[in-house]
């Protein structure tokens, strides 16, 4: 079993940063990925990032060339680093993990998802 615990989320200016980590209680070296959702009112929720077992990354096309998503296995942590935010970005954001490797941007098939974590972008 793995727990996931979110960090980092809060309100931002349009154009700012912002750095949300997600700490899992177990390893996440055999997991076959970690992803970043995230789900604004009246929305379904929707993949932003994942990042595979071997580094490989993929990207919604909402944030590419904005946010970068990144593993430390030896603090089993994972990372997502959100540059020039906009309004539109303005969810609550999920960490999730999977064991399998089948389509990753479906969000049934994760098996472990944290709490989630504000991000709100406004002036």
């Known amino acids: 079993q793995v727990q996931l615990v979110e960090s980092g989320g809060g309100l931002v200016q349009p154009g700012g940063s912002l750095r949300l980590s997600c700490k899992a209680s177990?390893?996440?070296?055999?997991?076959?990925?970690m992803g970043w959702y995230r789900q604004a009112p009246g929305k379904d929720r929707e993949l932003v990032a994942a990042?595979?077992?071997?580094?490989?990354?993929r990207y919604a096309d909402s944030v590419k060339g904005r946010f970068t998503i990144s593993r430390d296995n030896a603090k089993n942590t994972v990372y997502l680093q959100m540059n020039s935010l906009k309004p539109e970005d303005t969810a609550v954001y999920y960490c999730?993990?999977?064991?399998?490797?089948?389509?990753?941007?479906?969000?049934?098939?994760?098996?472990?998802w944290g709490q989630g974590t504000q991000v709100t972008v406004s002036s």
């Open positions: 177990g390893s996440i070296f055999r997991l076959a990925a």
């Open positions: 999730a993990a999977t064991r399998s490797y089948g389509d990753y941007e479906n969000p049934t098939n994760y098996h472990y």
């Open positions: 990042i595979f077992s071997g580094g490989i990354t």
